[in-house]
């Protein structure tokens, strides 16, 4: 069982949202994911205003809509937009078909406007996807790095958090959350350097490390080479590669109604 | 399969679950790899590079188990080179070297590039040429090394029609249009380390020519698994699978 906790629309062949998902779900059959979390449309905005990060939602909402058996979706968000931005939850998640949150670079985690977000997200049991990196030469100015993310992990013991991309330089990032039980590393959007899912597994325990590939801009193969190569034991390898996110989805997609 | 973009011995910033030869050779026979090009790590920033390629021969014999093709590393830079690749040929019965621009601090338009592949041409040796070895965003911040300039080649290539190019870890840099380019500017070709992108492949040969594709992964720094995985994510069918992850490279090999 694959859960692929990390999938986006762009970067994929195909004039419209249907078919393009349609066209993933082929590549998805032949590398055996089963299920594709989606977040954020095309054009990709760093910065999104309101009616931008409501119409890359209704994207994903769209694409989703002839998936609902093997996809669900996350809602974009910016955190300089706070109000517009719980609205958004509302229209997408309350009453919507989305299960969770995207926050890309438009604004730092650890910044307290997401603290209104945070709780509310956690009140609707959405899953709280936050992308992180520690680039050498420097991250957009409102680019997270693990450290912003314990910072907000500490202020929201009880919400479970994922940490997007182990930070990219993961050795570091998985250090920066080791002591947030509440935060999740993800595998995706880096190059598939051997060693790191050893290294989360060594640190975190194989039960806070999930299994993502950043598609279209990354490949199935180069993503679930780190986890199918990696030197664990295959209950570990099982447990990243689905159960994990499974679990993390559970509740709400059982709130919702929705198949497990 | 074979696998044309492999190293031995220490990544020289983090110990690889790998980087032990024989369990490297292991590891990649199952996988269905039948052959590696195999260079050294230690290429990269030892000042001494007849003894890596001497050293690299001898893990080779002792630790390949028939799997590992040597590949000497030369240093354009150092004076002595020539002789460097007379005993790669000569002394270690080596068919490919690698050359290391970025690291070795000279670029493509070097006349030393020109002579080294005329050099190559007359003892029918195939050069690898590595574009980059990591992605720029999580290299060492002391360590920190751009990507080779790729473009001066292409002269090179018009003028020595005859020499036989590999291009590690360059797809990525190389895409598109630019793709048919290259394979129109001579003997070159490309392998999928660094290949990323949903099925990726299919979309690299809208533009190269599927007897330029070459299956290559980067082990042990990156996992050797993806090499496969990557042939699997594009609809490809038996026949041209076939000719990309193996019959691709043995032609490169074959001067006859």
Redesign the interface.
């Known amino acids: 069982m694959i859960w692929d906790l990390h999938c986006h629309l762009s ?2 062949d195909g004039r419209t949202v249907d078919e393009r998902i349609a066209q ?1 779900m ?2 998805a059959d ?2 055996g994911v089963d299920r594709l979390v989606f977040s954020m449309g095309w054009p990709w905005s760093q910065d999104p205003g309101p009616d931008d990060f409501r119409k890359q939602n209704d994207q994903v909402i769209q694409a989703l809509s002839h998936w609902q058996h093997r996809a669900v979706g996350l809602a974009y968000l910016n955190p300089k937009h706070a109000e517009e931005s719980l609205a958004e939850l509302d229209r997408v998640v309350r009453d919507g078909p989305l299960v969770g949150v995207k926050l890309w670079v438009a604004e730092r985690c650890s910044a307290e406007s997401l603290d209104a977000i945070i709780r509310k997200a956690a009140g609707l049991k959405a899953l709280i996807f936050q992308h992180t ?1 520690y ?3 420097g991250n957009y100015p409102g680019e997270s790095t693990p450290d912003d993310l314990a910072l907000l992990a500490k202020r929201h013991p009880d919400v479970p958090l994922i940490c997007g991309h182990s930070g ?2 993961w ?1 570091r990032g998985i250090r920066a959350i080791r002591d947030c039980p509440n935060v999740y590393v993800e595998t995706a959007g ?6 790191m899912v ?1 290294l989360a597994v060594r640190e975190l325990g194989d039960e806070r490390v999930l299994y993502g590939s950043d ?8 993503q ?3 986890v ?4 664990i034991t295959e209950p570990a390898r099982r447990r990243i590669l689905g159960e994990n996110l499974r679990n993390l989805l559970k509740p709400i997609l059982t709130a919702k109604g929705m198949r497990l | 399969m074979i696998d044309v973009n492999v190293h031995l011995s220490r990544w020289p910033f983090r110990r690889l679950p790998l980087d032990d030869t024989a369990k490297l050779v292991q590891r990649l026979k199952s996988l269905g790899v039948t052959s590696a090009w195999a260079g050294s790590y230690d290429a990269i920033l030892h000042r001494e590079p007849s003894s890596v390629n001497a050293r690299l021969a001898e893990d080779c014999t002792a630790h390949g188990d028939g799997l590992l093709e040597p590949v000497g590393s030369l240093h354009l830079g150092m004076p002595g080179w020539e002789e460097d690749l007379r005993r790669c040929r000569e002394q270690h019965k080596m068919r490919i070297v690698r050359l290391y621009p970025n690291y070795h601090g000279y670029t493509l338009d070097a006349p030393a590039v020109g002579e080294l592949l005329s050099r190559a041409i007359e003892r029918k040796l195939v050069v690898q040429i590595v574009a980059k070895l990591e992605d720029e965003r999580t290299q060492h911040p002391l360590v920190t090394v751009p990507p080779v300039e790729l473009e001066p080649l292409k002269d090179w290539l018009t003028k020595r029609p005859l020499a036989r190019v590999v291009l590690l870890n360059a797809l990525g840099l190389v895409r598109g249009e630019a793709l048919s380019k290259w394979a129109a500017a001579g003997q070159v070709w490309f392998e999928t380390a660094m290949l990323e992108g949903v099925a990726g492949i299919g979309v690299a040969l809208k533009h190269l020519p599927a007897d330029r594709l070459l299956v290559g992964t980067h082990a042990p720094f990156f996992a050797p698994e993806a090499g496969p995985l990557k042939l699997k994510e594009s609809d490809l069918g038996e026949a041209l699978r076939r000719q990309i992850a193996e019959d691709n490279a043995v032609k490169v090999l074959d001067w006859s």
């Open positions: 970067g994929v993933l082929e590549i032949r590398m990196w680039k050498t030469g990219g330089n050795e880096f190059d598939p350097t051997a060693g050893e598609i279209g801009g990354r490949s199935f193969a180069s679930l080479a780190k199918t190569g990696a030197e």
